[in-house]
């Protein structure tokens, strides 16, 4: 599958002033993340500090969730050059994700039809894996995304509808 958009990928393809917490450019508390692609995967690194803590020296789990759904909405972006909306989250800590210690996240799609995508993301810290998710998305059409969304598409947005 060839990848629709130019490398990197990052959240300026939605403008430098878009509010996603994920990989919005300017969030001030956001990730900030940009995304890779490398073969079937969708690769990102992050570093957690204490802006992102939950027990003393760990990133809060909510925000681990929070960084492999965003990671595999981007796999959409970059394989389907489509958007989605996280329909099912299914996911596991298997060890604490240390805060100042980098994380590399993968995704990938492991099935899509025209209206669904299911992705798989693990997150990783010194070469071991401390979560895994299965996520399932909607691809919406335009209509459909401005009734979730309860405003008109951002222009920015146009060319991802499904």
Do not use: N
């Amino acid at each position: 599958m060839d990848s629709p958009l130019p490398l990197p990928l990052d959240g300026t393809l939605f403008g430098l002033d878009q509010p996603c917490f994920g990989c919005g450019p300017r969030h001030p508390a956001g990730f900030r993340l940009s995304f890779v692609e490398d073969g079937e995967d969708v690769v990102t690194h992050f570093t957690p500090d204490d802006r992102y803590q939950g027990p003393p020296g760990v990133m809060h789990g909510g925000l681990v969730f929070t960084l492999a759904d965003e990671l595999a909405a981007w796999v959409l972006i970059a394989r389907l050059g489509k958007f989605g909306f996280t329909a099912r989250f299914e996911g596991k800590l298997q060890a604490p994700t240390r805060l100042g210690v980098e994380l590399e996240g993968r995704a990938r799609i492991t099935r899509s039809t025209s209206r669904t995508a299911e992705v798989t993301a693990q997150l990783s810290q010194a070469g071991r894996q401390v979560f895994e998710a299965s996520l399932t998305f909607a691809l919406l059409d335009r209509g459909a995304t401005e009734k979730l969304l309860g405003r008109a598409l951002p222009k920015e947005w146009e060319g991802f509808a499904r």
